[in-house]
């Protein structure tokens, strides 16, 4: 009889145990109907272009209109560079100081053609002329020079707010890029762990069964 009981507890035993075990696999089973960490973390990651974006915007948008502006001025240099030229003189003014470098010069002749018995005669005025030529041309091409300069100038700040704009659409790569990884890296490591726990409570199940029979 003691020994009766003695089975009959074991295999009581044996018979809880094994259900304890099919238990246990499938409330792990059905835990995995749960959300999966991997999808709470990209739901972050996610944020990160719509979070950078205001601060990168503006130079993303200066830069291509930059970029937009260079092109045209650079094809214009390329194809008529004298049309340019013109253009860029077409608003020439004479500087302050050309009347009085005018009226030095030729006082400063009139003085000479006296001196020499040839005030009034027509090499006099043909060598004022050249005179007036000469310090107009002079105006006009210090003008052209400094022109050209702050038109140089215009094209490096334009070239540099380009590179802007470049740099910060590199940025903005860089941050979907590295997010793109991440999401795939936690998608695969919230698979992997969901696989894992799918094994163990597959494993419960099986091994919860293989126990009930061996009592049953």
Same mark, same amino acid.
């Given at each position: ?21 099919? %238990?246990? %696999?499938?409330?792990? /089973?059905?835990?995995?109907? %749960? ?9 972050? /990651?996610?944020?990160?272009? =719509? &979070? ?9 948008? &200066? ?26 003189? =077409? ?21 000479? &053609?006296?001196?020499?018995?040839? &005030? ?10 050249? /005179? ?47 997010? /793109? ?15 894992q726990a799918t094994g163990s409570a597959f494993g419960n199940v099986l =091994? ?9």
């Amino acid at each position: 009889m003691a020994a009766s009981g003695n089975n009959f507890n074991l295999k009581q035993f044996g018979t809880m145990a094994g259900l304890g075990g099919i %238990g246990a %696999g499938i409330g792990g /089973l059905m835990g995995l109907g %749960g959300s999966n960490p991997a999808d709470a973390a990209n739901g972050y /990651l996610g944020q990160i272009p =719509g &979070a950078v974006s205001p601060y990168q915007q503006p130079y993303l948008q &200066a830069g291509q209109g930059a970029l937009n502006n260079l092109q045209g001025q650079y094809g214009d240099l390329l194809n008529n560079p004298g049309g340019k030229l013109n253009q860029i003189g =077409g608003s020439f003014q004479q500087s302050p100081g050309f009347q009085f470098a005018l009226q030095q010069a030729l006082q400063g002749s009139n003085h000479a &053609a006296a001196a020499g018995g040839m &005030a009034g005669t027509p090499q006099h005025e043909q060598q004022n002329m050249q /005179l007036a030529t000469q310090v107009g041309n002079q105006d006009y091409y210090n003008w052209l020079g400094q022109a050209t300069g702050l038109y140089g100038a215009g094209l490096q700040g334009s070239q540099g707010m380009a590179q802007m704009g470049q740099n910060s659409a590199n940025q903005m790569s860089d941050y979907i890029a590295q997010m /793109l990884a991440q999401q795939g890296q936690t998608a695969y490591a919230g698979g992997l762990n969901q696989n894992q726990a799918t094994g163990s409570a597959f494993g419960n199940v099986l =091994g919860g069964l293989g126990t009930l029979a061996a009592f049953l």
